[in-house]
């Protein structure tokens, strides 16, 4: 009988989505040796191999292919023995949740997958910047937040599910648009449209430029990432957008990222609540599904 553990089926699950070792250890937080080892064992008890290499791409052996729907069927009926486990307990209480505004283009999708596993969970989702949402977990006002690294010295327990990456974003007939590499130091000569003050991104972009002493010249001040995808599509100037808000212009060829040396700006997405509080059942449930699988589902971006 074939042996091979519930881990082995996960890293391979992983590393046949990113066809990657380096992506899927990223996704699932594990070094990228602890992954080819999985994976080798994995190989070892299938005796036959599920990934070949050819360059620098790696891709799945016809074996593989079949083996990643099998792959697929279990980890999806464990997800459904799961959902029936969690209608046994009762998993009918509320969630709130509070997202940065820019969470807000991911944390749809990812609701609607964990409603549909937990179909009597009622969820309210508000969305609002890092101010606010700072704010608002102090008062205890929801029980988990979705955001940018909270500050210190805020009694807060963050814990980072996904990576967020910022981008420099311009309009597709930019001078830069087909230059690589650019340097930091060109960007001075760009005119930029920035965020509001108390968004995260605005604190990353800021950071960033005053650690690598360049001064940018900011534009106008817009309160949301639409207003700011719009304006730069209008030429007004460039933005510093997360990846997470650009996905359909990108691939409506409306915007463009330029290729900018030491970008993007990597910043994390943490699960925030208030230290000690008593999660329910449903926060509980939906915390564990964050951290194990928001990464997964949302994909590499960026
Ligand atoms: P924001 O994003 O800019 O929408 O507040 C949150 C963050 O990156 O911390």
């Known amino acids: 009988m074939l042996h091979l553990t519930l881990r082995q089926l996960k890293v391979f699950d992983a ?18 040796p602890a992954v080819s080892m999985q994976i080798k064992q994995l190989e070892e008890s299938a005796g036959v191999p599920l990934f070949e290499q050819i360059g620098k791409k790696i891709y799945l052996t016809e074996a593989g292919e079949e083996f990643q729907q099998y792959c697929r069927n279990i980890l999806q009926q464990l997800n459904d023995a799961e959902a029936m486990f969690s209608d046994l307990k009762g998993m009918s209480g509320k969630l709130s949740i509070c997202v940065a505004s820019t969470a807000s283009y991911f944390t749809p999708q990812l609701l609607a997958e964990f409603c549909k596993r937990h179909p009597k969970a009622k969820v309210s989702l508000n969305v609002t910047n890092r101010e606010t949402l700072l704010q608002r977990l102090a008062h205890n006002e929801m029980d988990m937040a979705i955001m940018g690294r909270p500050p210190e010295g805020f009694d807060l327990d963050a814990t980072p599910f996904m990576e967020n990456r910022l981008a420099i974003i311009a309009p597709v007939n930019h001078p830069l648009a087909t230059t690589g590499n650019i340097p930091l130091s060109r960007l001075s000569e760009e005119t930029f449209l920035v965020r509001e003050q108390g968004s995260g991104t605005r604190i990353a972009m800021e950071r960033f430029f005053a650690d690598q002493g360049i001064k940018l010249t900011t534009g106008t001040e817009m309160s949301t990432n639409e207003a700011i995808k719009q304006a730069v599509q209008a030429g007004m100037g460039l933005g510093i957008l997360s990846m997470h808000t650009v996905q359909l212009e990108l691939e409506m060829h409306r915007l463009i990222v330029l290729d900018v040396q030491s970008f993007p700006i990597l910043r994390r997405w943490y699960a925030v609540h208030r230290q000690g509080k008593r999660l329910g059942n449903v926060a509980q449930a939906f915390k564990d599904f964050l951290l194990a699988e ?6 590499e971006i960026g």
Do not use: K, M, N, P
């Not at 590393?15 to 699932?28: G, I, N, P, T």
């Not at 928001?294 to 994909?299: E, K, T, V």
């Open 15 to 32: 590393v046949a989505r990113h066809l990657s070792y380096s992506r899927a250890a990223e996704a699932l937080y594990l070094t990228q």
């Open 294 to 299: 928001a990464s997964d589902l949302i994909g």
